[in-house]
């Protein structure tokens, strides 16, 4: 069979704006090729900055700010689209190779209807005519599962939910029958259930229309669901580029083996329950607007030991992290810490009270002042709570410089210099500083690639074990309270459904709702999600 | 017993849920009143407050204690200043801004005319800065840091930073007085010809242009430029859309609330702001009016403008509001 698609010795270079120096051209990508054969699925995977992006896009000749393809060649169907004119290139675009974008949110025209944005590039091409474009449309959102898929095209992107927005993209994509579609991270954003159901949308639509696709992730356990082959990328280079069955069951390279291996347990056993830390007793909490986020929720965290709380995305667990520290008092109930009730409001507490309980966030980029050095972000909990200065300050600073695997050489250093894992390194040093006994960990590894993620993880349960400290870590990631919990929390739409020793939650007798968070997390094995889906249509023909 | 305002609550909920468009146009409305009279309150105690007296002014040497008693009593200034200010807005409500105390004549009828001619100088102005400030500013988004951006960015910023009444003299001498081939003074009277109308106004309205031109033109170049580095942009693109299908296709429309906004507050400028380009060119506006009125101290005609020149202010704001809400699908198709 021929190839649809042969990308050979493809380079893209950019053009990048250091501050103070002259602009600097660079290599993103250094010569990489591949083949892909209609109706095939290639997996292009890699960490932040690897190229994979920028791989997908140059397969519909374009380039996202400032990267420009310095060589190589785009062969599709034997011919090279990089040399293509303008006018050339825009005929292919959105009619023989669509793209689906990470962020359908942002990638939908908020002023125009979905079903127009859809079929807006087969009218464009002259491919269909409106009638049979939106016929079209309909099919697809049927079999992309969409509700009530004859009029779903009538909506405005504002009016569906995240899940259904990237199922309609992937229907935009779809519509004009390309020969190609370019997938860029389509379920990333997405909550586990809903990955799910994209995923499998994806993967049924791929299957029904035949189209070939390069499928963009960072997720090896997604891409081996969909993938026919698979590319591993670092830095611009083609890492193992084979069969998706060798990459998973055999890989060859380092690199790989530690792409398939992450997230290996880090607590063997679940340890001994200690006494309760911290208590929540009852706790209902609402915003200013009088939507009730919380709902009666109790729960404790073990002394010294970590208490993951799970959920999706507006389950409520960063709310409880926020009614914790004391930033959103709750209307009802209490929070106890060491057998003493904290006060609701965090401007009525005690600053040993507030030393006692540190936060971490998820964005250290935005919990950090860009124009403070390491020195000063870390430094300023030691003057705050026990009033070092000076040299005796600066010592401390390198102390826990040294602690979070960093080094002194980073004390005079901006958080725009750091990379995300250090970022988030530093913001670990921080919360340490002020000597807490808990860290409320808010989804502080979601930002991150699996790899440094895994390194922030083994920091993290390696200071419990020196320093006692408990965490509250909230995430929405089943791997990781596999990894690290020792109780776990579950919640749900601001309810506790599942609270008791990893032991007890994560295995069955399950509740309704565990179990289906626990069956909708990839696995890296192949045929998984086929195996999901079937044991879902009997549990409904069951029913 | 249940509370009677709980469900007044609840109704006025649930029509801010069904029809959220309908219930936030009709909010503005009844701001943009509350507005409207507040500043009626404002604009009356201040010029009671200033300084000078409309009889002192009127007898000039011949004021004696009981000729200014006299011409207060005949006036009715004697009577308490609240009384004064419904009888003043009674009238106000019905059309009627009362008699100007220096000629006795009715000042609606006065101000119909002026407002006619100052609205006439405002529309030609409007009609020829609101789609040359539009046109610039998409050609420099084109040009985007490039020497044709450069330039419209330094000629309008250099327009913009020129006093109204220098440029308008700068006008006069260049054009008027030197070149001589535009009219000046630019005084407009009844059943004068249009086309002399026309040429009589050329040098005030250029003169309005200059300085309303840039600030819009920078705005909507801002408002093109943020729009067209979203995500839906690049989803035009790799549709295949051409780019000047994709910037009226899908740039325009989300770009439309921020050009409105600016271009209102323009327009308010164009009719409230053109007491010195009037003054300056001799033109029986509402601002050479207004500028009469207050050195006479006649202050029915004081009033009388600065309450239309709010009007006409909150009504342009409110507009600019509704056309933002408008061009929001979020509010125009809630959930």
Not at chain 1, 188 to 201: G, K, P, R, S
Not at chain 1, 370 to 396: C, E, S
Not at chain 1, 410 to 421: H, I, M, N, V
Not at chain 1, 476 to 499: E, P, T
Request: net charge neutral.
């Amino acid at each position: 069979m021929s190839d649809l698609l042969s990308v050979r010795d493809l380079r893209i270079g950019a053009t990048i704006f250091p501050p103070g120096e002259e602009p600097q051209d660079i290599d993103i990508v250094h010569g990489v090729s591949f083949d892909l054969q209609k109706g095939k699925v290639l997996g292009l995977i890699g960490e932040s900055g690897a190229g994979k992006s920028t791989i997908g896009l140059a397969a519909l000749a374009y380039g996202r700010g400032g990267v420009r393809i310095t060589g190589g060649q785009v062969l599709l169907d034997g011919e090279d689209i990089l040399s293509m004119n303008k006018k050339g290139i825009r005929s292919i675009r959105g009619a023989r190779v669509c793209y689906v974008a990470q962020s359908a949110a942002a990638s939908f025209n908020p002023a125009h209807k979905l079903g127009d944005q859809v079929i807006e590039s087969s009218l464009e091409h002259g491919l269909m005519t409106r009638e049979e474009a939106r016929k079209r449309a309909d099919y697809l959102f049927e079999i992309l599962g969409l509700p009530d898929p004859h009029n779903f095209g009538d909506r405005y992107p504002h009016q569906v939910s995240g899940g259904q927005l990237q199922r309609a993209m992937t229907a935009m994509a779809l519509c004009s029958n390309p020969e190609l579609i370019v997938f860029d991270e389509p379920t990333t954003a997405l909550d586990v259930t809903t990955q799910i159901d994209v995923l499998a949308a994806i993967k049924n639509a791929i299957e029904k229309t035949g189209t070939a696709a390069l499928y963009i992730t960072h997720d090896l356990a997604v891409v081996a669901q969909v993938s026919d082959d698979i590319m591993v990328l670092r830095n611009g280079d083609t890492v193992e580029y084979g069969p998706v069955q060798q990459i998973i069951e055999n890989p060859r390279q380092d690199y790989t083996k530690a792409l398939v291996n992450v997230r290996q347990t880090k607590l063997a056993e679940a340890r001994d329950q200690t006494d309760a830390l911290l208590k929540v007793e009852n706790i209902s909490a609402a915003y200013g607007n009088g939507v009730q986020v919380l709902h009666d929720v109790s729960l404790h965290v073990p002394r010294g030991q970590t208490l993951a709380v799970v959920g999706e995305s507006g389950s409520g667990k960063s709310t409880l992290a926020r009614v914790i520290t004391g930033l959103l008092p709750p209307f009802e109930g209490k929070v106890t810490f060491c057998d003493e009730e904290l006060s609701a409001g965090q401007n009525k507490r005690s600053r040993d009270h507030l030393r006692r309980i540190q936060l971490i966030y998820q964005m250290a980029d935005t919990a950090m002042n860009p124009r403070q050095t390491v020195g000063q972000i870390i430094g300023r909990p030691l003057q705050f709570y026990f009033g070092m200065r000076g040299a005796k300050r600066k010592a401390k600073v390198i102390e826990l410089l040294d602690e979070i695997e960093m080094g002194a050489e980073f004390y005079d250093r901006y958080p725009a210099e750091l990379s995300g894992g250090q970022k988030q390194r530093v913001a670990i040093a921080r919360a340490l500083a002020a000597k807490p006994e808990l860290i409320l960990c808010d989804e502080p590894t979601s930002a991150l690639d699996p790899l440094v993620a895994e390194g922030i993880l083994d920091l993290l349960m390696r200071l419990q074990k020196n320093y006692q400290v408990s965490y509250l870590f909230i995430t929405h990631d089943i791997a990781i309270v596999r990894a690290i919990a020792d109780s776990v929390a579950v919640m749900l739409q601001g309810k506790l459904v599942d609270f008791g020793p990893r032991s007890e939650v994560l295995n069955p007798p399950f509740d309704d709702y565990t179990d289906l968070l626990l069956k909708s997390v990839p696995e890296m094995k192949l045929g998984w999600l086929e195996n999901v889906l079937a044991t879902r249509k009997m549990e409904s023909a069951g029913h | 017993m249940a509370n009677p305002l709980a469900g007044v609550h609840a109704a006025r909920h649930r029509l801010k849920e069904n029809h959220p468009l309908t219930v936030l146009i009709v909010e503005r409305l009844g701001l943009s009143v509350l507005l409207l009279w507040a500043v009626s309150v404002l604009i009356f105690a201040g010029v009671e407050a200033l300084p000078g007296d409309f009889a002192q002014t009127y007898l000039g040497q011949s004021a004696t204690p009981q000729a200014i008693a006299n011409i207060r009593a005949d006036l009715g200034l004697d009577r308490p200043i609240t009384t004064r200010y419904f009888e003043w807005l009674g009238g106000v409500v019905q059309g009627d801004f009362g008699n100007s105390w220096a000629s006795g004549a009715p000042v609606t009828e006065q101000i119909t005319k002026r407002l006619g001619n100052s609205l006439f100088l405002a529309f030609f102005a409007a009609a020829i800065s609101v789609p040359l400030a539009v046109g610039l500013g998409m050609v420099a988004v084109h040009f985007r840091n490039r020497i044709p951006d450069r330039v419209i960015n330094i000629i309008s910023l250099a327009a913009i930073s020129l006093p109204e009444f220098f440029i308008g003299y700068l006008l006069i001498v260049v054009f008027a007085v030197q070149m001589g081939v535009a009219t000046f003074p630019s005084t407009v009277y009844d059943g004068m010809p249009w086309t002399e109308r026309l040429a009589a106004i050329a040098l005030p309205t250029a003169t309005l242009v200059m300085v309303v031109l840039a600030h819009m033109m920078r705005m909507t170049r801002a408002a093109i430029i943020s729009v067209m580095s979203s995500a839906y942009m690049e989803t035009a693109e790799l549709k295949g859309l051409g780019a000047f299908k994709a910037i009226i296709k899908h740039a325009a429309p989300n770009a439309i609330a921020p050009i409105v906004n600016v271009v209102a507050l323009n327009l308010a400028y164009l009719v409230v702001g053109v007491v010195v380009v009037e003054v300056v060119f001799v033109y029986p506006g509402m601002g050479q009016y207004m500028v009469d009125a207050v050195t006479v101290r006649d202050m029915p005609v004081v009033q009388a403008c600065g309450l239309i020149f709010a009007a006409v202010y909150i009504l342009l704001n409110m507009v600019a509001d509704l056309v933002a809400i408008v061009a929001n699908p979020r509010l125009r198709h809630p959930r």
